[in-house]
T-cell receptor, first 111, second 112 residues
Framework: EDQVTQSPEALRLQEGESSSLNCSYT??????LFWYRQDPGKGPEFLFTLYSAGEEKEKERLKATLTKKESFLHITAPKPEDSATYLCAVQAAGGYQKVTFGIGTKLQVIP | ETGVTQSPTHLIKTRGQQVTLRCSSQ?????VSWYQQALGQGPQFIFQYYREEENGRGNFPPRFSGLQFPNYSSELNVNALELDDSALYLC???????????FGSGTRLTVV
């Protein structure tokens, strides 16, 4: 059974205070690891796909990295508009392409 | 390029009733997946349709069923609603069975 564990569950940062969110996963053959941003009452918004250990992707103040067991979402100098829940998900290779999500990290950035 | 649209946005139903939720996929996307997201939880996979056929299902009972139409739009049907079915139902489309999804804004279902 594929599993995704995210930590911390909630994170409160001052504007400009950089930090990292963690995603630990177990999957029988990784096809892809995804990061999404979700605002309250909205559907998840796609951020990144990572396919293999050592891969990194960046978008504005966000940088995602991947190892064989974990992924990190680094947030550099966050702004209040970065406040959201960040979801990590994995997709296994082979068979039908179910995506398994973690419960997310709720990030609050205070001005 | 249109995104994924879901209807209705909110719905209140009585326990035991049936409900149909609708989803229009992003243009060109042939795969649609449905997810249930309870409050404070991550989305849980219900099932996936590829070219009008179900090609994967999560741990949901048979009273959760779906359809995909030739234009790749989709429906989620839930029979005999239970209180625990109250959740945000998300539709997601993709160009093929692999890769990142584009999600709709969801339908908030409340069962009373």
């Amino acid at each position: 059974e594929d599993q995704v564990t995210q930590s911390p569950e909630a994170l409160r940062l001052q504007e400009g205070e950089s930090s990292s969110l963690n995603c630990s996963y177990t999957v029988s053959g990784l096809r892809g690891l995804f990061w999404y941003r979700q605002d309250p009452g909205k559907g998840p918004e796609f951020l990144f796909t990572l396919y293999s250990a050592g891969e990194e992707k960046e978008k504005e103040r966000l940088k995602a990295t991947l190892t064989k067991k974990e992924s990190f979402l680094h947030i550099t100098a966050p702004k209040p508009e970065d406040s959201a829940t960040y979801l990590c998900a994995v997709q296994a290779a082979g068979g039908y392409q179910k995506v398994t999500f973690g419960i997310g990290t709720k990030l609050q950035v205070i001005p | 390029e249109t995104g994924v649209t879901q209807s209705p946005t909110h719905l209140i139903k009585t326990r035991g009733q049936q409900v149909t939720l609708r989803c229009s996929s992003q243009s060109g996307h042939n795969t649609v997946s449905w997810y249930q997201q309870a409050l404070g939880q991550g989305p849980q996979f219900i099932f996936q349709y590829y070219r009008e056929e179900e090609n994967g299902r999560g741990n949901f009972p048979p009273r959760f069923s779906g359809l995909q139409f030739p234009n790749y739009s989709s429906e989620l049907n839930v029979n005999a609603l239970e209180l625990d079915d109250s959740a945000l139902y998300l539709c997601a489309s993709s160009l093929n069975v692999a890769g990142g999804y584009t999600f709709g804004s969801g339908t908030r279902l409340t069962v009373v």
